[in-house]
């Protein structure tokens, strides 16, 4: 199963974990990691993760990210390609960098982005809808119900 996780997954760890809707998602991403390390997962990287990544301010957080973009399989380069599907997907309202992201993972041809981001999540089937017109099949949903899909699908797409 192909996945990509945006910024706010691979943060997740490094967020107050006093709340417990925070320390799920982050506990949801440990288990992806594995799953990713143990080859059950591909996970795509993209060149806006990178860069968000880069721009993290908090070194000890930053550097423990890019060693977890080193489990992915590829890097999605931000193409002409990319780039035309993120200003489609402006026009729906999304913010320059969610667009980006989604446009990175539908043009890797993902089966599932991954967010914690709950705007995203809750604006997942108007983004679904648009790109099932341009063929593309992907679903957007936060990392905890896509793990347990996952634990009850036995790693078959979410």
């Known amino acids: 199963m192909r996945i990509y996780l945006n910024t706010s997954v691979y943060g997740r760890?490094?967020?107050?974990?006093?709340?417990?809707?925070?320390?799920?998602?982050?506990?949801?991403?440990?288990?992806?990691?594995?799953?990713?390390?143990?080859?059950?997962l591909i996970c795509l990287n993209s060149d806006i993760l990178q860069l968000e990544v880069h721009r993290?301010?908090?070194?000890?957080?930053?550097?423990?990210?890019?060693?977890?973009?080193?489990h992915g399989a590829e890097t999605v380069a931000q193409t002409d390609e990319v780039l035309y599907l993120a200003q489609?997907?402006?026009?729906?309202?999304?913010?320059?960098?969610?667009?980006?992201?989604?446009?990175?993972?539908?043009?890797?041809r993902v089966d599932d982005l991954l967010t914690c981001d709950d705007r995203l999540v809750s604006?997942?089937?108007?983004?679904?809808?648009?790109?099932?017109r341009r063929g593309i099949?992907?679903?957007?949903?936060?990392?905890?119900p896509f793990l347990?899909?996952?634990?009850?699908t036995g790693g078959e797409s979410a």
């Open 137 to 144: 099949a992907i679903t957007v949903m936060n990392p905890r």
């Open 148 to 152: 347990a899909l996952m634990k009850t």
């Open 56 to 70: 993290n301010p908090a070194a000890a957080a930053r550097e423990r990210i890019e060693d977890f973009l080193r």
């Open 13 to 40: 760890p490094f967020d107050d974990q006093a709340q417990e809707r925070i320390r799920q998602e982050a506990e949801a991403f440990v288990e992806m990691l594995a799953a990713m390390v143990a080859g059950r």
């Open 123 to 132: 604006r997942a089937s108007e983004m679904q809808a648009h790109l099932a």
């Open 88 to 108: 489609e997907l402006q026009q729906l309202t999304l913010r320059v960098h969610d667009a980006l992201h989604l446009a990175s993972a539908a043009v890797g």
